[in-house]
């Protein structure tokens, strides 16, 4: 398996939510080729578990939760008003993101939508009522934007339309709130749902203009492109692949 930094913090993620242990030691007996990919990629395996959303002391003395004790977790936020909607707790390094990552594991709840519901909360409505901010706002577009995500009026109103709203009302329209975020409206609007040929295709013309179509170039050059090889490939070195392409020099 070639690893790429999404695939890492995929990894990393579906490990801690089944409740696996990530400490370095545990980790590089079981997982050898993991670690050193991750230190490959993000300088170290820390970063590599923090860009996870993942807090490091966490994994360092894993606390054993309890549903009881998420639910309190929960509760109390909802008494202070803090926001519990999923992007929201996520980016906290606090207790309530520890309890929400928590959540996640199988022998706990499974998911954040039924931890919120065992603590008597209707997760649609915590989703409804999101309170939006504009750090928020330009947060979620340009992680859209880097998964390859159709960012199109049309496509976001029905995909997120919390998110679209929230983006007209922050920042007048929807094409301000992209341009804020970095993204040209422009290319937004041209955007296509891509497919296999299209992939391959659009590799190609890029191998013969001499660009490289490593991860790291493509996905800062093309986003676009480079979130739909993972998508309809798995990995960028299997769409170049089917592309009849040259593996990417290192």
Same mark, same amino acid.
């Given at each position: 398996?070639?690893?790429?930094?999404?695939?890492?913090?995929?990894?990393?993620?579906?490990?801690?939510?089944d409740g696996k242990g990530l400490s370095y030691s545990t980790?590089?007996?079981?997982?050898?080729?993991?670690?050193?990919?991750?230190?490959?990629?993000?300088? +170290?395996?820390?970063?590599?578990?923090? #860009?996870? &959303? *993942? !807090?490091?002391?966490d994994v360092l003395r894993r606390p054993r939760w309890s549903k009881q004790e998420i639910? +309190?977790?929960?509760?109390?936020?909802? #008494?202070? &008003? *803090? !926001?519990l909607h999923w992007a929201s707790v996520t980016r906290r390094r606090d207790e309530l993101g520890k309890a929400a990552f928590a959540s996640l594991q199988k022998r706990l709840f499974g998911s954040w939508d039924r931890a919120l519901h065992g603590a008597g909360l209707d997760a649609e409505d915590v989703s409804r009522y999101r309170r939006w901010s504009k750090s928020a706002i330009l947060f979620d577009l340009k992680s859209l934007h880097s998964a390859g995500e159709a960012l199109n009026s049309?496509?976001?109103?029905g995909s997120e339309p919390g998110l679209h709203a929230a983006a007209v009302r922050h920042f007048g329209s929807y094409?301000?709130?992209?341009?804020?975020?970095?993204?040209?409206?422009?290319?937004?609007?041209?955007?296509?749902?891509?497919?296999?040929?299209?992939?391959?295709?659009?590799?190609?013309?890029?191998?013969?203009?001499k660009q490289s179509v490593s991860d790291a170039s493509l996905r800062k050059s093309h986003p676009a492109l480079y979130?739909?090889?993972?998508?309809?490939?798995?990995?960028?070195?299997?769409?170049?692949?089917?592309?009849?392409l040259k593996p990417a020099s290192k």
């Open positions: 398996m070639i690893w790429t930094e999404q695939r890492i913090v995929e990894k990393l993620r579906q490990l801690h939510k980790l590089a007996r079981k997982m050898q080729p993991l670690v050193s990919a991750a230190a490959y990629h993000f300088g +170290s395996y820390r970063r590599a578990v923090e #860009r996870a &959303g *993942i !807090d490091y002391a639910i +309190s977790v929960i509760k109390k936020a909802r #008494r202070d &008003g *803090i !926001d049309g496509a976001m109103q094409d301000t709130a992209l341009q804020s975020a970095g993204i040209k409206p422009s290319s937004v609007r041209r955007r296509r749902n891509w497919t296999r040929d299209d992939v391959t295709s659009a590799l190609r013309l890029a191998g013969k203009g979130g739909a090889s993972l998508r309809l490939f798995g990995t960028l070195a299997k769409a170049r692949s089917a592309a009849g």
